[in-house]
Structures are given as C-alpha cells and as structure tokens.
C-alpha cells in the first residue's frame, strides 16, 4: 500500500511562485517560509548559482525551474527581476506546462538603500541597488497577462507594502 503523503502530493497541482524584490528585501526569506508551509518542494535562487554571468545564472535557473516543475513539485524561483524582460522565459515556461504562477513582489520593504544593502548577504552596495531601483518595473508597466497572481508583500508583519511610484 503506498503512502497516504505520497499520493496526496501527486495529485497537487505544482506551482511556481517567482520572488522578486531589491537586493536585502527577504526574498530568501519568504522563499523559505514557503517551503516551511510546505507550498513549495524547492528553492532555486541566482545567488546560489557559481557563475558570474547573471544570464547564465539564469539560464541555469531556468533549467532547475523547469526540472522541479516538470517532476510535479512547487517551486520558488528567488531573483532581483528589476525588469519584464527577466521574468519572461519562466512565464512561457510555466505557460507551457499549465502551471499556476504567483510573482511575490518584496521591492524595497520601505527600507531605504543604506538599509537594504546592509541586509544583504551578496555584497551589493547601495549604488547598485539605487540604480536597481530607478529600472524597477511595477506590477502595471509588467502588463502581465490575468491569469498570473501578482502579490505585494512585506516580510517582517505581512502587510501589504508600497507600490513602487516612480515611472519609466
């Protein structure tokens, strides 16, 4: 007789949720705690991937994105993805296999750069993260198809944060 667990996962749906916020923002956090509510099985970050090309480390990304995907596991994929153009290749993806999408936006967890580079674990300074910041493209310039749920999300109480409100 197989596993009660087992068969329950394997009629799950598995999902996709795309993290994205500023450098310092809580994406590994609120990655984490996903997988700590069991709505996801994996955890898959650019960080965590040895090359220095981002669009390697992407493209790598992608691939992990799609192997966890397509052997029906939940999947957290945690990156800055200032711009729509980042997100697109794991939209088609998700598209492509019927899986439901869900992008958690962090963007700045009104902290300001100073804040938001002491926070983070990779080196980037508050240069970097200003400039991330002025390519920053919100749920409205993403013009993201309806079908996709789009959250904002602040990680230390939960309330909803600040829409970004600069324009392009």
């Known amino acids: 007789m197989q596993n009660t667990a087992h068969l329950q996962a394997t009629k799950t749906i598995s999902k996709l949720f795309i993290i994205r916020g500023l450098p310092g923002s809580g994406k590994t956090i609120t990655a984490k705690r996903l997988l700590l509510k069991h709505m996801v099985n ?3 970050q650019t960080n965590n991937i040895n090359s ?3 669009q390697v480390a992407r493209q790598q990304l992608l691939q ?3 192997k966890d995907l397509k052997s029906n596991k939940s999947v957290a994929a945690c990156d800055t993805f200032t711009e729509l153009w980042e997100i697109i290749p794991l939209l088609k993806l998700a598209k492509q296999l019927y899986k439901p999408t869900t992008i958690i936006d962090l963007y700045d967890q ?3 750069n100073l804040q938001l580079a002491q926070r983070d674990l990779y080196g980037v300074t508050q240069l970097q993260i200003s400039e991330m910041r002025h390519r920053w493209q919100t749920q409205q310039q993403l013009m993201l198809p309806e079908y996709i749920n789009y959250i904002y999300y602040t ?6 944060t600040r829409q970004p409100q600069h324009t392009h």
């Open 42 to 44: 994996s955890i898959h």
């Open 52 to 54: 220095k090309n981002i």
């Open 64 to 66: 992990l994105v799609r």
């Open 110 to 112: 009104n902290l300001t």
């Open 155 to 160: 990680v230390g109480d939960g309330t909803t």
